[in-house]
């Protein structure tokens, strides 16, 4: 037996199951006819993102079409996610370049420290998410993949407000 | 047409009387088969309306994509055809799959008693626009759609399932309960007809005016165990997801799955059908008599059975409408609702009601929208004093009842006396 309960006396109005019903169906009667829906129609319409939206990434090229990098090694150094494959070469006038550039997009956290760490702004998160593929493998990115997609890259923070004031 | 020759071979017969023996077969025939089809259509659909509304009243879109969502019944079917049926090792076999079966029959065979239109004149005869006029329509009504509650205990009990078993307990406790109130609610349709046979009914409602004025409280005893016995919100405790992951059909998959699906919603058609044609006069349309009296016509069958339709849909849809405002009752609630509330309730309205007609017999009163203004009158009143008196809280649950000021006093006085009652164990 509850005897140690509170025991509320609320008035009629409150307990009166009918009248909570009838309130109930004219609610949801107002929300059926309410043509104002919130479903975004996914394929046809999509969200805008925010300008720091981190998405897939993007290697950006110079003008001649070399990938930026420069081979230093700290994103993989900084990734904590350890999901960054570099192998550094160097040319014959003794520019570092990668040989190898693979991000596993499985393994990535979408943290942005690779470009907030990138001393030539090379390694950026895109404002993207359509990355769906039909096997494991094409999740892991090349340097090619990285540097040939086109979409807009996250910005880190507003070049206007770069504090976050 | 009339002055064809070609129409005069096929004259045989008055329209307005009854065909013979051999026509009343054939028609019969084509008109199960026409209630069949429109009706596994119509419950597609309904599979469809559902998900919209609810949808609508969550400010969603719902299904959009397949034709535009017109399709996505045929989706589903056709999913559900393609999956893989799984059968549970420890299940009893024959009767596992033997309850999708059993649930979904007697919703259907009860659309054979209902009548759906104003009788058909052709050219054989007059065609009723009933599957089968039985002269104890109703009391077969009763006795088949209390079948139902087989297929449902068959299937938790066959699936060896303990979720399964108690959605199966439930359901049997829940739709006996609530079959009893249902009867009796029904009695009183019983006593203003003086009849069983469905179309007597509906006459007596178009000549008295609809049942739903004249026994108010019948019908909402009525509706109340009819959703009930649907297993539709807020009385959906068989199914219960949030306690028994899916009541009785958790061990079903595919076809068999979809079958209760079926039978869900056949049984809601079935209910909306009994309803409309106890309590709102079945394919009677309001004000006036026209639709009632011979000559019948072809233009009368298809604006009654428009009417009777359109009465069948909206309450289809005031199924649904409930199912996604009211939230689930619990257990106890649903016991004392049905046994301490709905029994009682009915069993005095059949009193008031039989001494009510007594009386107006005795007195004389025709029976007529004289007759029927007097029920009216008096049924605004009880539904008032039901309503404003009984409606203080305790209709659902002790727990959200006012509770008695002197019962309170007890009770704490109880507590201060004895701490052992109310102090936790160290």
């Known amino acids: ?77 900084v990734c904590p996610a350890n999901c960054i494959k ?49 096997s494991r493998d094409r999740f892991v990115y090349d340097l090619e993949r990285l540097s040939t997609q086109t979409h807009p890259v996250c910005e880190m923070w507003d070049p206007a407000d770069p504090k976050g004031e | 047409m009339t002055h064809l020759p070609l129409f005069a071979l096929f004259q045989v017969a008055d329209p307005q009387l009854p065909p013979t023996e051999g026509i ?70 024959p009767l596992f799959i033997l309850a999708p079966a059993i649930s979904f029959i007697p919703a ?11 009788p058909l004149p052709t050219p054989w005869g007059r065609i009723d626009m009933v599957v089968a006029d039985l002269p104890v329509g109703f009391l077969f009504c009763l006795a088949i759609s209390s079948l139902g509650v087989y297929g449902i205990v068959l299937a938790g009990w066959s699936s060896n399932n303990k979720y399964a078993l108690l959605g199966g307990l439930r359901s049997s406790a829940q739709m006996i309960s609530y079959e ?50 649907t297993n539709r919100l807020p009385f959906d405790l068989p199914e219960a997801e949030s306690e028994l992951v899916a009541g009785y059909h958790t061990e079903y998959s595919a076809m068999k799955f979809s079958f209760f699906f079926i039978a869900e919603y056949a049984n809601m058609v079935t209910a909306s059908a009994l309803i409309t044609s106890l309590f709102f006069g079945g394919w009677d349309i309001p004000f006036t008599q026209w639709d009632n009296l011979p000559p019948f016509t072809v233009l009368k069958t298809v604006l009654t059975l428009g009417v009777f339709l359109t009465k069948v849909l909206f309450f289809l ?36 009601i039989a001494t009510v007609v007594l009386v107006l017999d005795r007195a004389g009163v025709a029976r007529g929208p004289v007759y029927g203004a007097i029920l009216f009158g008096m049924n605004v009143v009880l539904a008032v004093l039901l309503f404003v008196v009984l409606d203080r809280g305790r209709i659902v649950s002790p727990a959200y009842s006012r509770l008695d000021r002197e019962e309170v006093a007890r009770l704490r006085d109880m507590s201060v006396r004895n701490p052992a009652l109310t102090e936790k164990k160290a």
């Open chain 2, 24 to 93: 009343f077969l054939i028609g019969t025939v084509v008109k199960m088969f026409i209630v069949f089809s429109v009706y596994m259509v119509g419950v597609a659909m309904l599979t469809l309306a559902e998900r919209k509304i609810s949808a609508w009243i969550q400010d969603r879109h719902g299904p959009n994509r397949v034709g535009y969502g017109w399709l996505q019944p045929a989706a589903d079917g056709l999913k559900n055809i393609m999956k893989e049926e799984t059968y549970p090792d420890s299940a009893n076999l």
């Open chain 2, 180 to 229: 009893i109130a249902m009867g009796m609610s029904t009695v009183c349709v019983l006593l203003l007809s003086g009849n069983v046979s469905l179309s007597t009914i509906i006459q007596q409602q178009a000549t008295m005016g609809w049942n739903v004025l004249l026994l108010s409280i019948a019908f909402f005893i009525f509706l109340v165990s009819s959703f009930a016995e």
């Open chain 1, 86 to 134: 570099l192998v550094p070469g160097e040319d014959e006038q003794g520019n570092r370049y990668p040989l190898v550039f693979e991000i596993d997009e499985f393994r990535c956290i979408f943290c942005g420290y690779c470009q907030e760490v990138c001393p030539e702004e090379a390694i950026h998160l895109g404002r993207h998410y359509e990355n769906a593929e039909y």
């Open chain 2, 317 to 352: 849809f005031f199924f649904m409408w409930i199912r996604w405002t009211v939230p689930r009752f619990r257990y106890d609630q649903l016991m004392s609702l049905g046994w301490k509330v709905m029994l009682p309730l009915a069993l005095a309205y059949i009193t008031i």
């Open chain 1, 1 to 77: 037996m509850t005897i140690g309960v509170k025991v509320m006396d609320r008035p009629v109005e409150e307990v009166s199951y009918v009248r909570a019903t009838l309130s109930g169906m004219a609610l949801t009667f107002k929300h059926l006819v309410d043509p104002h829906k919130v479903t975004v129609q996914y394929p046809e319409e999509k969200w805008d993102l925010s300008p720091r939206w981190r998405g897939t990434h993007r290697m950006l090229t110079t003008e001649d079409g070399k990938s930026k990098c420069v081979a230093c090694g700290l994103c993989p150094t």
């Open chain 2, 108 to 118: 259907m065979i009860t659309w054979a008693v209902i009548p759906f239109a104003s």
